[in-house]
């Protein structure tokens, strides 16, 4: 980090289109998200080494970790989520996020199993219950999002659109 500079690289035995990037602290690993490929690459954070791919059937957008070795991801195609396993590379779950259509952007509450999706196809943010895999709430938002966040400290939900609105809302 101090010099910037390139200490290593590590590619994968076949080419994967790469849209989104994450950290799992929970098994200590790199994924990248390869919307066309349909899977996730995973690469040991301290080594930078090649582990594996997971196919996780659609197409990819943004994920989200919770820190105890589960990741959350949007599939675009089918309007979906995917759970899986980041040790064991294993899809555990897939479920319906209606009434989201289109998903972008994902957020996460770790303190109240919570995910914020971002749905382009009809302008709102869903809040849901990943422990239930459940969709509990719909905000409203403006058109073209991209991205989530969610602010622990002040339990504040961000939704940044095309539309050049930045929607907030109190958890």
């Given at each position: ?7 290593g ?7 994967r ?33 090649f582990?594996?791919f ?32 980041s ?8 479920w ?63 939704s ?5 609105t ?6």
């Amino acid at each position: 980090p101090k010099t910037l500079k390139i200490v290593g690289e590590e590619k994968p035995p076949q080419t994967r289109n790469t849209d989104f990037v994450l950290y799992d602290p929970g098994s200590k690993r790199v994924f990248t998200f390869n919307p066309r490929s349909k899977d996730a690459t995973a690469f040991d954070a301290k080594t930078g080494k090649f582990v594996g791919f997971i196919d996780l059937g659609g197409q990819l957008e943004a994920g989200q970790a919770d820190g105890k070795g589960r990741v959350y991801v949007l599939l675009i195609n089918t309007n979906e989520m995917v759970e899986f396993d980041s040790r064991a590379l294993q899809v555990l779950n897939k479920w319906s996020i209606a009434p989201c259509i289109e998903p972008h952007g994902l957020a996460i509450d770790v303190a109240h199993k919570r995910l914020f999706t971002g749905c382009r196809g009809n302008f709102i943010t869903t809040v849901i219950d990943y422990q239930h895999r459940k969709t509990v709430a719909t905000i409203p938002i403006g058109k073209g999002t991209d991205s989530n966040q969610f602010d622990p400290s002040s339990q504040l939900v961000f939704s940044s659109c095309a539309d050049g609105t930045i929607n907030v809302a109190h958890e």
